[in-house]
């Protein structure tokens, strides 16, 4: 048996014995050697050196995941400012001939009942028209002659001077002014654009 020190490992190598014989039989003799670690004085086994510096199981450290970023703030666009539709009952005034013949409930709000313009004009201002017609009818008629246009605003500038007391006209002018040019269409048609000024507001009080 040989042994070789390699630091402060001892290497035992054991060579297999002759072969002998036991009961007239050879019987081969076989010696193992083994290569342990030697203690220390008390009795505590070396431990295998670290190899590249590092400690632990070997595995490399990894950094903690930055932090996602946050979520974009998603702000709602603005509502649209909604305008209010015109009033029913109209409470300022003047109003054009367009506003009373889309809003009729305002002048059945205004006056009550369907009037018609008879009622206010007298007759002889609505025989031109061939019948006497609601004020709705006279403010909706599609004659293009001067007669058809003082119907229309004729009718408004009434209303007009019915709704405030603050209108160019008062209710006895129009009726006034509407019975004096009735009576041919070229009076008629200047008389209109009188009443148009005064239902669009451009008309001064008198």
């Known amino acids: 048996m040989a042994g070789t020190v ?9 060579t297999p014995a002759m ?3 036991v009961d007239g039989g050879l019987a081969e003799e ?5 290569t ?6 008390h009795g505590t086994p070396h431990t295998k050196p670290s190899h590249g510096g590092r400690s632990g199981s070997g595995v490399p450290s990894q950094s903690a995941p930055s932090t996602p970023p946050s979520a974009p703030v998603i702000t709602n666009p603005p509502s649209p400012t909604l305008v209010p539709p015109a009033p029913t009952n109209p409470n300022s ?8 013949r889309a809003h009729p409930e305002a002048i059945l709000a205004l006056l009550g ?14 025989s031109p028209f061939g019948r006497d017609p609601s004020l709705l009818e006279a403010l909706s008629n599609t004659r293009s002659d001067g007669i058809g246009a003082l119907y229309r605003e004729g009718t408004a500038s009434l209303l ?3 709704v405030n007391r603050n209108f160019a006209l008062t209710t006895q002018k129009v009726r006034e002014e509407f019975n004096a040019a009735v009576t041919s269409d070229k009076a008629a048609a200047t008389q209109a654009q009188l009443f148009k000024k005064a239902n669009e507001g451009h008309l001064k009080h008198h």
């Open 160 to 162: 007009n001077s019915l």
């Open 30 to 34: 076989k010696n193992y050697s083994t």
């Open 93 to 100: 005034s003047p109003f054009s001939c367009d506003y009373w």
């Open 113 to 126: 009942y369907w009037c018609t313009l008879g009622e206010f004009f007298g007759l002889p201002a609505v």
């Open 19 to 21: 072969s002998r014989r």
């Open 36 to 41: 342990e670690s030697p203690e220390d004085s």
């Open 6 to 14: 390699f630091g402060d490992t001892v290497l035992v190598t054991v």
